[in-house]
């Protein structure tokens, strides 16, 4: 049974770029939420998709956008990337409220 | 308690001891708490979902406890090994899913 997985693992951009990132929850799961996590803290929730749309947003700009896909995938879209963008971007997938699974995230360094 | 904090942020114990870190999460609408564990260059791996004033889990030599009423979490670990290294999370989600985490208590267990 796959667990969650993302793509890219690593990726290097330039400020003002844009990018786009992806996460395949684990089977049965129907509920995506993406994560920014800087070096030293704990993750900041960024935003949770259900049945394809926003359920909830954490405390990031417009800039940050997703999407969810009929078949639970989803995307994390950051435009006009800024150095301070650069961080591990991780997707958790879950069924409802239990506890998530994580993917292994997307380490993104933009120079 | 507005947040999730976690205490203390970092933990060196030697082979063989016993540990314990605290997460204080607020008391007021609580709905569960989650407890993550995640290895270097690995996913955060669920450890505890905890929904239950009084709720005690036990998962080998780790095991949590609850107080709802007050707000806080401990975890302690039995015996600490060094594959017990890792970041230990925390986590209070809402009832609609969206999860707030801790920093973390990053824990070192030296042979």
Redesign the interface.
């Known amino acids: 049974d796959a667990?969650?997985t993302q793509s890219p693992t690593h990726l290097i951009k330039t400020r003002g770029q844009q990018v786009t990132l992806r996460c395949s929850p684990k089977s049965g799961h129907d509920?995506v939420?993406w994560?920014q996590q800087a070096l030293?803290?704990?993750?900041?929730?960024i935003f949770?998709y259900?049945e394809e749309e926003e359920?909830?947003r954490?405390n990031f700009p417009d800039r940050f956008s997703g999407h969810q896909f009929p078949n639970y995938s989803s995307e994390l879209n950051v435009n006009a990337l800024l150095l301070g963008d650069s961080a591990l971007y991780?997707c958790?997938s879950?069924l409802?409220?239990?506890?998530?699974?994580?993917?292994?995230?997307t380490r993104l360094t933009v120079v | 308690i507005l947040n999730v904090e976690q205490s203390p942020q970092s933990l060196h114990v030697q082979e063989g001891d016993s540990t314990n870190f605290t997460c204080s999460f607020p008391s007021s609408n609580f709905y569960a708490l989650h407890w993550y564990r995640w290895e270097t260059a690995k996913s955060p791996e669920a450890l505890f979902v905890m929904t239950l004033n009084g709720d005690e889990k036990k998962k080998g030599r780790i095991s949590a406890t609850l107080n709802t009423k007050e707000g806080y979490s401990y975890l302690y670990i039995k015996g600490s090994q060094p594959e017990d290294s890792a970041t230990y999370l925390c986590a209070s989600p809402t009832n609609a899913g969206k999860s707030t985490f801790g920093d973390g208590t990053t824990l070192t267990v030296k042979p």
Do not use: E, I, K, N
């Not at chain 1, 409802?96 to 995230?105: D, L, M, R, V």
């Open positions: 667990g969650v509920t939420s994560y030293g803290q704990g993750p900041q929730f949770q259900y359920r909830q954490g991780l958790a879950s409802a409220t239990h506890g998530y699974t994580f993917g292994s995230g």
